[in-house]
């Protein structure tokens, strides 16, 4: 028997429901398996008819994420998964729209997209699989690649600077920025279901280890007994703490931040409650990195701003009123001449 969407609205999802009967085809040991498993959760929890989900990528192994999905999906180009989900939450806003993508794909060829999807702020979820190395591709160095990265295509070391996503985001203009790694899959459920939530471009930095060409360049903050010295949490509201014994913290003053170290769970007043609509110092804590500081992880920022689709409809929605609208007005209105 046939159900309607309202019907299924109703069911209860399990993550297993979102699997697709597609073999999934990355490499035994990588941490894309631990982002599918989340995603197919968060989707779960967020219970939305699952023919109201879209997930469009472009080319790589990230990419492959649509076929393992039970949603509507799009396999793109190399870059371009981007313009193609802003044309599908344009043409359809009722749809909640995914882009899964690689740090090539991303912040290289698809690199101009990014920041402005991010300016325009086009409701959609944009989850960045950062392993900083081109997988797909068999290991070339990708963007995000640490200075002096040896690999086959840069035998004696890369010579540049890394991109850093968070920081290219929150100058961009994005309205929901948020990092977690793969190996925190419930922090990452978590995000996911606060990305799809906000309204406007949601995009979450994801450290995702490629065990085949670049396995463990995240390893020295994200192992389990070095966590928590490591990395810190972002919470609205919360006082920036980190540490296993509860004895240290970050102070924000005259756009530099500081590491304060007290007697265990003693914090200093000036310690700086992080603020979740603070550009600044948002900006300031996305360019922090083991070992100098420890690496924030969670929400960056989460403002409210029109979005690009609501604001297309208002103006075609102004446009008919007053303007009438005419195709042959349209047409022989202008610089119109008949070639005869
Ligand atoms: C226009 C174009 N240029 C280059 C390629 C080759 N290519 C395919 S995937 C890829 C990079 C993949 O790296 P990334 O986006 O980081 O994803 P990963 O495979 O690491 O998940 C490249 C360069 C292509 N398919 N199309
Ligand atoms: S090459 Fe790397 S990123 Fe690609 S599937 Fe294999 S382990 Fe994962």
Same mark, same amino acid.
């Given at each position: 028997?046939?159900?309607?969407?309202?019907?299924?609205?109703?069911?209860?999802?399990?993550?297993?429901?979102?699997?697709?009967?597609?073999?999934?085809?990355?490499?035994?040991?990588? +941490?894309?398996? &631990?982002?599918?498993? @989340?995603?197919?959760? $968060?989707?779960?929890?967020?219970?939305? /008819? #699952?023919?109201?989900? =879209?997930?469009?990528?472009?080319?790589?192994?990230?990419?492959?994420?649509?076929?393992?999905?039970?949603?509507?999906?799009?396999?793109?180009?190399?870059?371009?998964?981007?313009?193609?989900?802003?044309?599908?939450?344009?043409?359809?806003?009722?749809?909640?729209?995914?882009?899964?993508?690689?740090?090539?794909?991303?912040?290289?060829?698809?690199?101009?997209?990014?920041?402005?999807?991010?300016?325009?702020?086009?409701?959609?979820?944009?989850?960045?699989?950062?392993?900083?190395?081109?997988?797909?591709?068999?290991?070339?160095?990708?963007?995000?690649?640490?200075?002096?990265?040896?690999?086959?295509?840069?035998?004696?070391?890369?010579? +540049?600077?890394? &991109?850093?996503?968070? @920081?290219?985001?929150? $100058?961009?203009?994005?309205?929901?920025? /948020? #990092?977690?790694?793969? =190996?925190?899959?419930?922090?990452?459920?978590?995000?996911?279901?606060?990305?799809?939530?906000?309204?406007?471009?949601?995009?979450?930095?994801?450290?995702?280890?490629?065990?085949?060409?670049?396995?463990?360049?995240?390893?020295?903050?994200?192992?389990?007994?070095?966590?928590?010295?490591?990395?810190?949490?972002?919470?609205?509201?919360?006082?920036?703490?980190?540490?296993?014994?509860?004895?240290?913290?970050?102070?924000?003053?005259?756009?530099?931040?500081?590491?304060?170290?007290?007697?265990?769970?003693?914090?200093?007043?000036?310690?700086?409650?992080?603020?979740?609509?603070?550009?600044?110092?948002?900006?300031?804590?996305?360019?922090?990195?083991?070992?100098?500081?420890?690496?924030?992880?969670?929400?960056?920022?989460?403002?409210?701003?029109?979005?690009?689709?609501?604001?297309?409809?208002?103006?075609?929605?102004?446009?008919?009123?007053?303007?009438?609208?005419?195709?042959?007005?349209?047409?022989?209105?202008?610089?119109?001449?008949?070639?005869?």
């Amino acid at each position: 028997m046939s159900t309607t969407v309202e019907e299924r609205e109703q069911i209860k999802y399990k993550p297993n429901d979102f699997k697709s009967d597609q073999d999934v085809r990355w490499c035994p040991g990588c +941490e894309d398996y &631990a982002i599918l498993k @989340a995603f197919q959760t $968060a989707l779960a929890e967020i219970g939305i /008819a #699952r023919e109201k989900h =879209a997930v469009i990528s472009g080319i790589g192994c990230a990419a492959r994420l649509p076929y393992y999905m039970t949603t509507y999906g799009f396999h793109t180009i190399h870059g371009r998964p981007i313009p193609v989900a802003t044309g599908v939450k344009v043409a359809n806003p009722e749809l909640s729209v995914w882009v899964m993508t690689g740090d090539g794909d991303a912040i290289s060829i698809g690199g101009n997209h990014l920041i402005h999807v991010m300016r325009r702020n086009v409701d959609i979820n944009i989850l960045l699989f950062d392993n900083r190395v081109y997988g797909l591709t068999k290991g070339q160095y990708s963007p995000t690649s640490d200075r002096g990265t040896v690999n086959k295509s840069a035998p004696m070391g890369t010579i +540049e600077e890394p &991109a850093e996503p968070l @920081a290219l985001a929150l $100058a961009s203009g994005a309205t929901f920025v /948020a #990092r977690t790694s793969a =190996a925190y899959v419930k922090h990452l459920v978590e995000l996911i279901v606060e990305a799809h939530k906000h309204k406007g471009t949601s995009f979450i930095h994801i450290y995702q280890n490629c065990y085949v060409y670049n396995d463990g360049v995240f390893d020295q903050f994200t192992e389990k007994d070095v966590r928590e010295d490591r990395n810190i949490v972002l919470e609205h509201g919360k006082p920036l703490l980190f540490g296993k014994n509860n004895d240290r913290g970050l102070k924000f003053k005259d756009g530099r931040i500081e590491i304060v170290e007290f007697k265990s769970g003693n914090p200093p007043d000036d310690i700086t409650v992080y603020d979740e609509t603070n550009l600044s110092l948002a900006l300031s804590l996305s360019r922090l990195y083991w070992p100098e500081y420890p690496v924030p992880m969670g929400i960056f920022r989460r403002v409210q701003q029109p979005t690009f689709e609501d604001s297309i409809q208002a103006q075609i929605k102004r446009a008919k009123e007053k303007l009438s609208p005419d195709i042959n007005r349209l047409l022989y209105s202008g610089d119109v001449w008949e070639v005869k």
